[in-house]
């Protein structure tokens, strides 16, 4: 069991423990008053009714009643203290970093002066009406891919018609942002030809793009689109090809930053490691992606004065406030995101949550506030408007440039993003359980492995992945895409 910081009145299990067991915390002994499950929290002082409760040196919510010393505190004996309405000042809490030694990988170097770690086909449809015809190109031309580039991938989604205002908007700008993105070696955008996105309003949005790596195929204006699009692609692999890995400097790599499936060692394990792993990253001039933002509910103060300046700061508040009102213009509560498996690992409160959550980000000062689907401007621990839900917030990610993502899990998700996608368990149970879903097992640290000794194989294991390691989810062909869709269908 671990008492997280000298201030908390909870302290963590680490394993099952038993009624009447007696544990030892900060040289006082605490006999349980009942079974505290891995992850769980239980209180090692008297807590009063409507007194808070406090975890990680932050309140995670208040006591519905008495709690005694030993007893469990979940969902039934505690509350969230989160409200609406609530009011930001910015008080600067962050420490210059040391800039850390230039590092490299070997990464595909593009024209454009951007670095992919994969060197693949993106097929991108510009609506959902084509989405069978760009899997079949795909499956005619795969055999041609093997050995020359690293894959043919197709963004099927079910949109490019039918939607109004900004869901349009977003929609082309994320395909654009796809065909764009450097882990596509090449890109073919295939389109219908009646649709609202069809490629003449789509190359408006698109604007410059190099005629070599990408090609355009409008279905129905030829008579073979299937044949046609084999072909366009056969001619995209063999200009791909020509790439191959060089050493580029590691300040070039874009990662992601996501959770799933956490539970109540998440953020004693796991996310600490990706933040470990981030602030060495973004030392080295490197750049990380946090995005979820309603995971960011009750700890947000802790990243709105970690921003570098005031407009960053300011950035920050519109983005938390935009999304609390996004819910409520929805007839939704705020907060009331932990999930039925969160719950069952242990997480009681959103602010439970949440300040599990945003360990992903280190200690890093915050560089900039992106807009859903816009790409990364600047080096350094960015924040990302998108919702918590898996599919959608690590699409997100890829649309913002990330070559790759760090996605923590204390219940285990099989899913594999447009990019390579490391998983990462909170627990060596979940580690070994599901061995064909995780990548890295961040639990280990609680088994007398060192944490400076799981920073650095961590580390040199993400920059395998970034030449060319594939992960789990890569060697199965998970690989899911979504967008983000706020408002009507026609």
Partial sequence: MIQIQSGDNVAVALENLERHEKVLLDGQYVILQEKVLQGHKFAIKEIRAGEEIVKYGYPIGVAKVNISSGQWIHTHNMRTKLDENKSYEYCPAFEAKTVGKQEFFQGYLRTDGSVGTRNEIWIV??????????????????????????????FSHPYGCSQMGEDHKNLQKALAALVRHPNAGAALVLGLGCENNNIGEFQKVLGDYDTRRVFFLECQAVQDEIQQGAELVKKLISYAAGFKRSLVPISKLVVGLKCGGSDGLSGLTANPLVGRFSDHLVACGGTSILTEVPEMFGAETILMNRCQDQQTFQNTVELIQN??????????????????????????????????????????????????????????????????????????????????????????????????????????????????????????????????????????????????????????????FTLWKQGVTL
């Fill in 125 to 154: 449809p510009t609506v959902g009406c084509v989405n069978s015809i760009a899997n079949k190109i795909r499956d005619l031309t795969e055999h041609c891919a093997e050995g020359r580039v690293d894959g043919i991938r197709v």
């Fill in 323 to 480: 999304f609390k009102k996004y819910y409520t213009d929805h007839g939704q509560v705020v907060y009331e995101n932990p999930s039925p498996g969160n719950k069952m690992g242990g997480i009681t409160t959103l602010e439970d949550k949440s300040l599990g959550c945003i360990q992903k980000g280190g200690g890093s000062k915050v560089a900039d506030v992106l807009q859903y689907t816009e790409r990364v401007k600047q080096n350094g621990l960015n924040l990302l408007q998108g919702p918590g839900n898996d599919i959608v917030s690590t699409s997100a990610l890829v649309m913002s440039g990330a070559q790759l993502i760090l996605f923590t899990t204390g219940r285990g998700n099989p899913m594999g993003a447009g990019v390579p996608t490391i998983k990462i368990a909170s627990n060596s149970g979940l580690s070994q359980f599901k061995e064909n879903w995780i990548d890295f097992n961040a639990g280990s640290c609680l088994e007398q492995v060192q944490v400076r000794d799981l920073d650095t194989e961590f580390f040199q294991y993400v920059v395998q992945v970034a030449e060319g390691r594939k992960t789990k989810s890569e060697k199965a062909g998970f690989f899911e």
